[in-house]
């Protein structure tokens, strides 16, 4: 499978659909950029789902900031659950779920906090899908946190939206007010 993928991602980029980002500089794992043919590929697929989801006169448009205050984030509960417990392979660095590694290896994890999972894995003595060690278990946030502004302290923190609807909630309000919808 890894060869197939391999192969679709030089045809795209032989074809001028998508290159990997900052790939001049030895690339940034996981970020790509649209290429002439990708760029105008995406711009169908975004006009075609726009006439697809606004055609009724009761539906409006939104296009929220992909940053967002950290109190929307709160209230929501995206930043006190919003994370998932990780292991790493000491060896290959790969980075897996401790719970999908306790699950895969015949354990039930429901009900289960962070601490109980660890005990299980090194009771067990689990290892990495390579055979390998394991770290200990650590919460990785799955929001991407950054700072606004000059200065990168509490109050400048903010984070990149994990999931579009957030932003029709909290312009609910502001689209009702100003569309004049009942």
């Given at each position: ?5 391999d192969e ?17 500089y ?13 760029v105008q ?16 006169e009761?539906?409006?448009?939104l296009d929220?900031?992909?940053l967002?205050?950290p109190?929307?984030w709160?209230?929501?509960g ?8 990780l292991?790493e392979?000491?060896?290959t660095?790969e980075?897996?779920?401790l719970?999908?590694i306790?699950?895969?290896n015949?354990?039930?994890?429901t009900?289960l ?6 005990e299980?894995?090194?009771?067990h003595?689990?290892?990495?899908t ?8 650590r ?7 950054t ?9 400048s923190?903010a984070?990149?939206?994990p ?10 309000a ?5 569309m004049?919808k009942?």
């Amino acid at each position: 499978m890894a060869d197939v993928m391999d192969e679709i991602v030089s045809l795209c980029k032989r074809r001028g659909f998508v290159f990997q980002s900052s790939e001049i500089y030895g690339g940034l794992s996981g970020c790509w950029d649209y290429g002439p043919l990708g760029v105008q590929v995406l711009r169908n697929v975004k006009e075609a789902w726009w006439r697809a989801m606004t055609f009724r006169e009761d539906i409006e448009g939104l296009d929220a900031s992909i940053l967002m205050h950290p109190r929307v984030w709160e209230a929501s509960g995206h930043v006190a659950g919003f994370s998932d417990p990780l292991v790493e392979d000491k060896v290959t660095h790969e980075r897996f779920r401790l719970d999908h590694i306790l699950e895969d290896n015949g354990h039930d994890v429901t009900g289960l906090n962070m601490e109980q999972m660890a005990e299980l894995l090194a009771e067990h003595n689990i290892k990495s899908t390579k055979g390998n060690e394991l770290t200990a278990p650590r919460q990785f946030n799955l929001m991407f946190k950054t700072h606004v502004g000059p200065v990168e302290d509490a109050a400048s923190v903010a984070y990149l939206r994990p999931e579009t609807a957030q932003g029709i909630f909290v312009n609910f309000a502001n689209v009702q007010a100003a569309m004049r919808k009942k």
